[in-house]
């Protein structure tokens, strides 16, 4: 038996499918995946993700251990409740975890990093803290609970408390509201709009079952992966981990290069990899005909070296075989997959695949 969320009795009683993830026992789906997806593209979800870790970051120090911690710079949020992306980094510049910062005001931050890394993730930032002016809390009473879809916002702000409600609604993609002892982001992972909540842990089963009643849909994890894959976003331990940079992963968005004196855990390994014109690419894969794209199958670029798939699956949305891998550099829009023994002509395509409902690549 692994942890459980305060939601895992309502999963067991809606007769969900429950699997070991990261050492949680979590919903897998709640009767068909497939469908649960399709609810999340075309009207609204509700995802159990009390298991992700909810991590708060105070003192006199705490912008510039943030700035130290992490290859993007936290200098760049100037209004409260403001959200930033990024990744922590080994010496080597690989990535130790991926996450998401909150300014919750001068001298406070909230860090929300991923389940199946919490111990090693509260171990890297304890052990990088002891050098700053720095209160590091693990909010481990917090639920935390993501409502998706285009229909998500205007079916959850009607069970918000109303002195919540408006300002909720208000709120710009990338921004989050401290409402009394729950927290409001609109943010997400599955390319639709929504919002992530984290409120106390006793009152999660209410909030969960109002939200039922309301027309969200339950969701489990494994729609959660299509609708992530779909919409380009990486997942750690599959598109990037401590042997890979950020360079790689399609996250050289999330380094923030300037200025140039500010000093992170692996900028130095990043400056070098950044020179290097062969370093591999991340890209999308289409799968022209029939068949299945797979996490680690290889891709073979006629001329170059062999790239590998890191996730792939089927994508429900497009009805197609979709995947992210990591390629040989170069400028070129197709090549192979070995599925077992047979190469598969791919599109190579640039990500993301569907976003906000609409494709976003040509069929």
Known sequence: MGNKTPLFQCHVDAGAKIVDFGGWDMPLHYGSQLEEHHVVRNSAGAFDVSHMTV???????????????????VARLKEEGKALYSAMLNDEGGVVDDLITYYLGPDRYRVVVNASTRDKDLAWINA????FNV???????????AVQGPTARELAADILDPAWREAALALRPFFGLEAG????????????????????????????????????QPIGLGARDTLRLEAGLNLYGSDMDESVSPLEAGMGWTIAWEPEDRKFVGRTALETMRENSQRQKFSGLLLEGK??????????????????????????????SIAMARLPAGDYDSAKVDVRGRLLDVRVVKLPFVRNGKTKIEL
């Open 55 to 73: 991590v708060d970051v105070g003192g006199a120090d705490a912008k510039i251990f943030l700035q130290a911690l992490l290859a993007n710079d």
């Open 135 to 145: 209160e590091i809390e693990e909010r481990s009473n917090l639920a935390m609970i």
């Open 291 to 320: 068949g299945v794209l797979r996490d680690h199958m290889r891709v073979v670029v006629g001329g170059r070296a062999d790239g590998e798939i890191t996730s792939g699956g089927f994508s429900p949305t497009l009805q197609r």
């Open 128 to 131: 990088q803290a002891r050098a």
């Open 181 to 216: 002892d729950w927290f409001i982001a609109r943010t997400g992972y599955t390319g639709e709009d929504g919002w992530e909540i984290m409120l106390p842990s006793e009152e999660a089963a209410e909030f969960w079952e109002n939200c039922s009643r309301a027309g969200i």
